[in-house]
Each structure stands twice: as C-alpha cells, then as structure tokens.
C-alpha cells in the first residue's frame, strides 16, 4: 500500500492487502517521539500483543502481529488523526456554546479538521451545563475543587459505578509522584488518588480487569487526559474485540483540561530533583496554573515557582500536536482555568455526564463559573500551536505521510468502517 513505508519494505512478506502492522505505529508515532502514553494501542489490540516497555513506558509488541490495524486506527497520533473522534464546537464567540448534531463526520474540505482532528470552530464543543464546584467536605490532596473525587466517591455510594479507572502516586520509593493507572473499587481508595500527577501513565491499558474483583458485568468511571478519552471513545463506538480490556465497561468518562503532559524521568527526576534539589518525598502539591509550574511543600513552603517554560523539555513532544485541550470526547470535563482557586471547572457535556454531576451534587458547592472565556482563550491558544507543530511535523517518518485520503481508501472495500463517534 503506498506510503506504508515499513509495509513496502517488507519484501518477501506476503501480506493480505490492506493490513496495518504494530511496526507501521512504531515507526510512524512511537519511534517518532509523538506516542503521548495514552495506553490505547495496549488497550485496542484483540490478541494482548502490544505490552509497555518497563524502561521507557512506551508500547512495544510482546508477541505475534496479525496485522489487524486495529492499533493504528486507534492512536490518537495514528489513525485517530484523520477521523473525528468528537462534534466540531458551535462555531461561535459564545462562551456557552449551543449543544451541537452529535454524529458527525470530519469535513474532508476542512484541512486543519484533517489533520488535528480538533474543531476548527471557536467554543467549548457540546456543553449541557458550566459550573465552578468544589467539596462541600474537602479531601486531603485534591488538586482544584476536588470535584472528581466527590463526584467518584457518590458514584460509588449510590451502586451508579463498580469502580474508577484512576491515577494513584506510585508506591515505589524511586519514583514518588509518578502517576500509575489503577483501578479502584472503594471510596478509600479514591481518595487516596486525589490530585493531579504530571505524567502520562498508558491508562488505557489497566483496562485489562481481569483480577480485580469486579462484578461479571463492571462499570466504571475513567478519569484521563483528554487524549485518554478520545482514544477510549473511538474504541467504544466501533465494536472491535478488545482482547482483555474491557471499554464496554466505561460507563462515564471525565477528561481532566490538558494543554501538556510530561515526561515522569524528565520533570520529577531531571527538572525538579536533579537540577533543582526538590525533596520530592516533602512534595504536597504539583501544579501547573497561570503558565507557572508551582511546586509546594507540605510544610507550606514554595518550593518551585517558574514559568512553565522552563520545563517545555520534559513536555511530551506529541502533546505539541493535541489540540484538545477541552476534552470534547467526555461525558464530562473539569480543570482549573475558569474558576477561582480552591475550585473546579466543570463542563457537563452529555445526558449521562448530567445525572452523574446531579447524583453528586449533596456532596458539592455548585455556582457559576467564574470566566469561561478564559477556557476559550486558552483553547485557542492550545489550537495554534497543535497547528504549527502538525505544519512543522507533517512528515515524522521523513517523508511523505499517509494522507486522509490514504487511510479512507484503506477501507474501500472492506468491513472497517471509520471511526464516527456515535454518544
Ligand atoms: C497532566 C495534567 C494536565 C492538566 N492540565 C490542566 C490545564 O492545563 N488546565 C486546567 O484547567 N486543568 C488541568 N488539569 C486538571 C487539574 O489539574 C485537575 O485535575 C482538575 O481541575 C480536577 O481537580 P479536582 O480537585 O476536581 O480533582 P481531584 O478530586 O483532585 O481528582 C483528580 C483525579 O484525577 C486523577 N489523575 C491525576 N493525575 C492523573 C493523570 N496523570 N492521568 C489520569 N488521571 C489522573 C486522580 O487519580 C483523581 O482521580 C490537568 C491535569 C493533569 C493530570
Ligand atoms: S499515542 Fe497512545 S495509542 Fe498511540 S502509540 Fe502511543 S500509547 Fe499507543
Ligand atoms: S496535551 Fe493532549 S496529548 Fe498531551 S496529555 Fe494532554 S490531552 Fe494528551
């Protein structure tokens, strides 16, 4: 197929016509330094051949490719790029957006939709409601409003969900603050996930339940980057066996606002540990607010203050191309920007995300958002530069890369249809 480039290598291989190979993904997204660690590939793969490297945390096979493409289609810096995984936002300067037709095609004329993947319109994408929420009780180690927590821990109480996919901080001592996927089934356990790790954890692939002691039939809530949530929308609407991992079972989903994430090596042990001497086991809170990287001490005490800037090293480089700041994919997003400290952002954006929000309402301070075109701006901003890092990447595997076009006339004729989300 032309400009499979490993694919046309491949001599001597007979191959079915119009198979994509785990290499095609190596080569093209992980090799290519754009893998943001979403852990869909891990989780998309029908045979379980696709694991995480221990040293690098990144997908690499672990047994026999059959070719399926299910993994390139899936990737968000894969196939994902040229379908679209969420409605395009009202086109409008309105903060609160009108909610939008909800299946939707990518427009083939719209070269930058092509691309990114991300709305061309200005908005916050489908929005049923806008608050800003915090715990009417706060947990200790919430980032924002603590929001998420309450809202998993009612969800929990009410039978509403049999456990969250979450990130908890690391228990090895070599490696404090660094997010690790876990599913968690009590209301302890959720809370002692509280606040926001700075590192991509390949969540999708903890999806694999097997062992945790869920009912036959589980659902949970997923609590992840946006990039997380598009990956694991797409794998819902198209019915593909999942090998292990069970997206049928993701009953809501929450998509945490994202302009980046990082490196765990980089920025906790190079940046902050290294360079900067920071104690990281004294480390109560990690944030990243008003363009600054804050990192506090449990005593109180500042212990960093710097614009983020001086991180951008340690930044995932795929993050530069993600244009999805908002997490359109999700039944519900929150943040920060948008309200004022000590509260959450929230951004209720299908029926299921609203009763799940009512259902922990008891449990929270709810009013208005404090500035929603701060949202806006900081979307616009994200969009920008996802435009300049796609017109400056176009071409990760050093040359020319595989086209929309390509990847719709890689279906023609078969079964594989491309992914419409369908909510
Ligand atoms: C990498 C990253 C970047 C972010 N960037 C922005 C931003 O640019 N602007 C903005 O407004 N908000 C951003 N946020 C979201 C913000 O930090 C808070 O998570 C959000 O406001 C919810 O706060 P809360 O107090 O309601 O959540 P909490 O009640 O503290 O709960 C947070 C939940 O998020 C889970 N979690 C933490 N880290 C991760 C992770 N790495 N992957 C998956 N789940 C995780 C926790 O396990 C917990 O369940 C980011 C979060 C992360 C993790
Ligand atoms: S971006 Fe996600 S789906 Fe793509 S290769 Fe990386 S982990 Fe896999
Ligand atoms: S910036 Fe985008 S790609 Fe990177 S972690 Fe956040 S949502 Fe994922």
Known sequence: MKRYRLRESMNGIAEPPRKTW???LEAGVIEADRCIQCGTCVAACPSNSIGINEDTNLPELVKMCTGCSLCWDFCPRGGLRYETTWPPSTPSDAPEAQPVEL????????????????????????????YAARAAKRTDGVQDGGVVTSLLVALLDS???????????????????????????????????????????????????????????????VVGTPCEVAGLRAMQSRRWPTGSHRVDAVFLTIALLCTKSFSYEGLMLDELKRRRGIDLDRVSKVDVTRGRLIVEYIDGATAVDEPIKAFHGAALKGCD?????LGRAADISVGSVG?????TTVLVRTERGRQSFEAARRSLDV???DDASALIRLDELDQKIARRAMARDLDPMGETFMTYDDHVANYAGTSRQPVVIRR
Request: hydrophobic content about 40%; proline content about 8%; charged content about 25%.
């Open 339 to 343: 309200s004022n400290d000590g509260w």
């Open 159 to 221: 039978g509403e969900i049999d456990g969250a996919l979450v990130a908890k901080p690391s228990s090895d001592p070599d490696e404090p603050w660094k997010a690790v996927p876990t599913v968690v089934t009590s209301a302890a356990e959720i809370k002692a996930a509280a606040g926001s790790f700075y590192n991509q954890s390949m969540a999708l692939a903890a999806l694999d339940l097997t062992g945790k002691g869920l009912p036959a039939n589980p659902r949970l809530a």
């Open 321 to 325: 191309e993600c244009a999805d700041f």
């Open 367 to 369: 009013r208005d958002l």
């Open 22 to 24: 785990f290499w095609e």
């Open 103 to 130: 299946v939707t095609k990518p427009d083939p004329a719209d070269t930058y939709f092509k691309l990114t993947g991300a709305a061309p319109g200005k908005g916050l994408g489908r929005v049923e409601a806008t």
